[in-house]
């Protein structure tokens, strides 16, 4: 039996809010789901949803939650979308609607190692073969000064900030070896990077997670190997299967 009024309504940028917005639809009519490539790139739910194919403002937003009287919001944007994800809280919590946030989780393949520490990462590299793209703070960079012939070897990729590029080269690598890039860009752009450069390594930080998927997904599309240096951040949030057992639950859907 389908349950009528539940006036949900999700922001659908990961394969897990689609599915679970789809499993909802086999029992609740009616739900309202927005998707678009600023949520994050998913493919769509299916059944009785009413699919809105753009990104919605402040404005639209409120217009939105506002005609269909929401009550629920599921955010199942993507990692990067951090401003798409800090609006829909915004208003939810300003008009007093129960929110409920995906932890999305992040996808990497067998060519993606973590290194814990230092001395794990510098042996990992310190006779390897071919060059080496970084990407990270300084810290990151002075751990990686005890590679061999690493001023050779380390590609830098660095905000165009020029007292961080002016540490980095005092730190012993060649200023026309840095590559400044200001924001997280798409898995294609950092793969152009890889073959322009002649990069067989790319050393990249767990603990940031505004792009980090783009960062595993450019290793997964590319014959790169990966090393993550430190464990993966926690993202705030609820697990899907914790979600869909809460919503069974509240609705009287038996699984």
Known sequence: ????????????????????????????????????????????????????????????????????????VIDGTSLAASEQRRLIKQVCDEKGIEYFHIAAKLQSNINTTIFRNDDQLIREFEYSVGRVMVQGDRHLFEVMTGVREYSDKVIPVIPADTELINSVVELGYKRENIISINRPVH??????????YKVSNYVFLGSDLYGLQERLDSVDRSSVKGAVYGD????????????????????????
């Open 232 to 255: 993966f951040a926690s993202e705030e949030g609820i697990e899907v299967n914790r979600l869909w057992d809460k919503l069974t639950e509240r609705f009287g859907i038996e699984d």
């Open 1 to 72: 039996m389908s349950i009528n009024g539940a006036r949900i309504m999700a922001f659908i940028g990961t394969d897990d809010s689609a599915e679970l917005m789809s499993e909802l639809a086999e029992h609740i009519s009616g739900m309202y789901a927005a998707v678009s490539d600023e949520y994050g790139r998913a493919k769509h739910p299916i059944g009785d949803i009413t699919l809105l194919s753009k990104y919605l403002d402040r404005d639209n937003l409120i217009k939105w939650l506002d005609r269909n009287q929401t009550s629920l």
């Open 187 to 196: 898995s294609d752009l950092l793969i152009a990077i890889f073959h322009e």
